[in-house]
């Protein structure tokens, strides 16, 4: 008789004991497979952050060539000769409306100019330079305050080589030139803003 209580003593302990272990094995996968997951997400979340294009912040200004003929030095007309080529990134956190696109370039203190004007009903200082969209369509001057844009926006920017222009301009695209860029625009509380950027012929 005391032989079967001690043998139903021992049963219920190691029963209890088995539970008593049982319940951390249970918890203890759980947890192990909800924490990966967790921080997969938050470093993908990271890693789109950091390459979301609409992070930028400052122009992106690149030269691209002499390649393709789109304008003369004073029209929007081919002249048989192949423009320089420069491609720009511009990141406009809000409505704007840029007024207008100024190319510079300064050498042995000689400085040369190259503009676009959006509104057509003002004279530029300098030479002409042609704008296309990220189309590939020409923007045109037009009778109007801007060329309305928002976010990232691209153009390809084209400026001619002077070969005695006015009887005193001459310019060769070469490498080690500097050239400086300046963009104007309005925001919408008729704020006036500028971009500048630079680039160096390599």
Known sequence: MKFAKILVHMIIVFTLLGCGTAKPQSTTPTNTQNQP????????????ASTNPTQLTTVSFK???????NLSPNDLKLDGNP?????????????????SIWIRHSEFGKSLKWGW?????????????AVFD???????????????????????????ELNNENGRDNFKFEKGQTFNLEIDYRIQNNEEKEFDSTVQIK
Do not use: C, E
């Open 63 to 69: 030269w691209i060539g002499v390649d393709v003929d």
């Open 117 to 129: 004007l959006y509104n057509k009903n003002l004279p530029i200082t300098g030479y002409i330079m």
């Open 134 to 160: 990220d189309k590939g369509n020409p923007i045109l001057p037009q009778a109007d305050n801007g060329y309305r844009v928002d976010g990232l926006t691209d153009f390809d920017l084209y400026i001619s």
């Open 37 to 48: 997951p967790q921080a997969q997400t938050s470093t993908s979340q990271v890693q789109l």
């Open 83 to 99: 423009d320089g080529h420069f491609h720009i990134t511009v990141p406009f956190n809000q409505p704007s409306a840029i007024k």
